[in-house]
């Protein structure tokens, strides 16, 4: 019964793990498999996570977003900064902990505009889950394909921003655009509820310029001014020393995950016959095909997969970040979402579900059609 609720929880990993396993039997383990692991990947991802992890624990995001709310008046400029609060903090602190801190803020306050807060949850939440989806595209630290391939495919900083801004331009525009009708619907502008109703318990100062001073640490990393070996040592040790149960809030589950694809990834490049079926499928044609697996297999495992048998890193980069949208996997933070839904309005489930796939593809053609206007 543990195995399989297990498989459940950990539906992901266990397909990874299950593949690799498969995979050894087609390549078995010899030397050549600690080459498949991408060290510098799995040593960034779990700094950023555990910085992030330890950053929401001393409850920084959750006082961000009430500060901001305590400027807001008015039902319209509510929705924007709630949705903003996911598009532009998934930038930063990755697009699975923007929803995980700001879905449960938005209950909460919804929860105080009465009929029109309502009324306002289902669409709202499926604003916020799109939003942080687009918005983590821009950076290479919004999610952990991104990630991936900003390191393996070796672009500037410059050159990564700069092939994603226009599709998140494009997406800001029209989540803007999106609210005014939501509102509309929901009822009258109303004034936004007290902010300081239900305040977060102040955190440890010292703790959070702590993880301040980490988070610049693995900016340099990334930016490549940093050795990542130093980063995830400093890391590691400063978070243990001051802060350990933050540690048991890391997603080893998605590290586990990175390192079965690779074995399974490394194992197909070695096995002629597919290796040169999928190349042949993905000359050219990096955009569709990282798109389509996407829907299937969800983005980082179509980046980790589909990234070892092209060399067109950037072409993955679209299309894995526009292949976010779509299914309710296509990103596996959009599950993130729907629990939040199911738990807090489990009646509500079927009309968040239609509601969510019927958005991701609006925006998903609306962007593939900017896509094959500028090429990338």
Same mark, same amino acid.
Request: net charge positive; charged share 10%; glycine share 10%.
């Given at each position: 019964?543990k195995?399989?609720?297990?498989i459940?929880?950990e539906?992901?990993?266990s397909?990874?793990?299950?593949l690799?396993?498969l995979?050894?039997?087609?390549v078995p383990?010899?030397?050549? *498999?600690?080459? *498949?692991?991408?060290?510098r @990947?799995?040593?960034?991802?779990?700094?950023?996570m555990?910085?992030?992890?330890?950053?929401?624990?001393?409850?920084?995001?959750?006082?961000?977003?009430?500060?901001l709310?305590?400027?807001t008046?008015?039902?319209l400029?509510?929705?924007?900064?709630?949705?903003?609060?996911?598009?532009?903090?998934? %930038?930063?602190? @990755?697009?699975d902990?923007?929803?995980?801190?700001?879905?449960?803020?938005?209950?909460?306050?919804?929860?105080?505009?009465g009929?029109?807060?309502?009324?306002?949850?289902?669409?709202? =939440?499926c604003?916020?889950?799109v939003?942080?989806?687009?918005?983590?595209?821009?950076?290479?630290?919004?999610n952990?394909?991104?990630?991936?391939?900003?390191?393996r495919?070796g672009?500037?900083?410059?050159?990564?921003?700069g092939? %994603?801004?226009p599709?998140?331009?494009?997406?800001?525009? %029209?989540l803007?655009?999106?609210?005014?009708?939501?509102?509309?619907?929901a009822?009258a502008?109303?004034?936004?509820?007290?902010?300081?109703?239900?305040?977060?318990?102040p955190?440890?100062?010292?703790?959070?310029?702590? *993880?301040?001073v980490?988070?610049?640490?693995?900016?340099?990393?990334v930016?490549?001014?940093?050795?990542?070996p130093?980063a995830?040592?400093? =890391?590691?040790a400063?978070?243990?020393?001051a802060?350990?149960p933050?540690?048991?809030?890391?997603? *080893?589950?998605?590290?586990?995950t990175? =390192?079965?694809?690779?074995v399974?990834?490394?194992?197909?490049?070695?096995?002629p016959a597919?290796?040169?079926?999928?190349?042949g499928?993905?000359a050219?044609?990096?955009?569709? =095909?990282a798109?389509?697996?996407?829907?299937?297999l969800s983005?980082?495992?179509?980046?980790?997969?589909?990234?070892?048998?092209?060399?067109?890193?950037?072409?993955?980069?679209?299309?894995?970040n526009?292949?976010?949208l779509g299914?309710?996997?296509?990103?596996?933070?959009?599950?993130?979402s729907?629990r939040?839904?199911?738990r807090?309005?489990?009646?509500?489930?079927g009309r968040?579900?239609?509601?969510?796939?019927?958005?991701?593809?609006v925006f998903?053609a609306?962007?593939?059609?900017?896509?094959?206007?500028i090429g990338?």
């Amino acid at each position: 019964m543990k195995l399989i609720r297990f498989i459940r929880q950990e539906a992901v990993l266990s397909t990874a793990a299950l593949l690799a396993v498969l995979s050894a039997f087609l390549v078995p383990p010899d030397a050549g *498999y600690l080459s *498949y692991l991408d060290l510098r @990947t799995l040593a960034v991802l779990f700094a950023l996570m555990a910085v992030m992890a330890g950053l929401r624990r001393q409850g920084v995001f959750d006082r961000l977003g009430r500060a901001l709310l305590g400027r807001t008046r008015g039902l319209l400029a509510l929705v924007w900064l709630l949705v903003g609060l996911c598009f532009f903090g998934s %930038m930063v602190i @990755t697009n699975d902990v923007s929803l995980l801190t700001f879905v449960p803020f938005t209950f909460s306050v919804l929860s105080g505009l009465g009929a029109p807060g309502r009324r306002l949850a289902v669409p709202v =939440v499926c604003m916020q889950t799109v939003a942080a989806n687009l918005g983590s595209m821009l950076t290479p630290i919004g999610n952990p394909q991104n990630l991936y391939l900003y390191s393996r495919g070796g672009l500037p900083l410059g050159e990564f921003l700069g092939l %994603m801004l226009p599709y998140t331009l494009a997406s800001l525009g %029209m989540l803007a655009v999106w609210a005014v009708p939501v509102c509309r619907r929901a009822g009258a502008l109303r004034p936004a509820p007290d902010a300081s109703a239900a305040p977060t318990p102040p955190g440890d100062r010292r703790i959070i310029g702590m *993880y301040g001073v980490l988070f610049g640490l693995c900016l340099l990393v990334v930016a490549r001014v940093l050795p990542y070996p130093a980063a995830f040592v400093l =890391v590691l040790a400063a978070v243990a020393l001051a802060d350990r149960p933050t540690l048991r809030l890391v997603d *080893y589950s998605l590290l586990l995950t990175f =390192v079965a694809f690779f074995v399974f990834i490394g194992n197909l490049g070695r096995v002629p016959a597919f290796s040169g079926w999928l190349q042949g499928l993905l000359a050219g044609r990096e955009v569709p =095909v990282a798109v389509l697996a996407s829907q299937v297999l969800s983005n980082v495992p179509a980046a980790l997969l589909l990234s070892g048998f092209t060399d067109d890193i950037p072409g993955l980069i679209v299309g894995t970040n526009l292949g976010g949208l779509g299914t309710l996997i296509a990103s596996m933070a959009s599950l993130i979402s729907y629990r939040q839904i199911a738990r807090e309005c489990p009646e509500a489930k079927g009309r968040y579900f239609g509601l969510f796939t019927a958005s991701n593809l609006v925006f998903l053609a609306a962007l593939l059609g900017l896509w094959a206007l500028i090429g990338r």
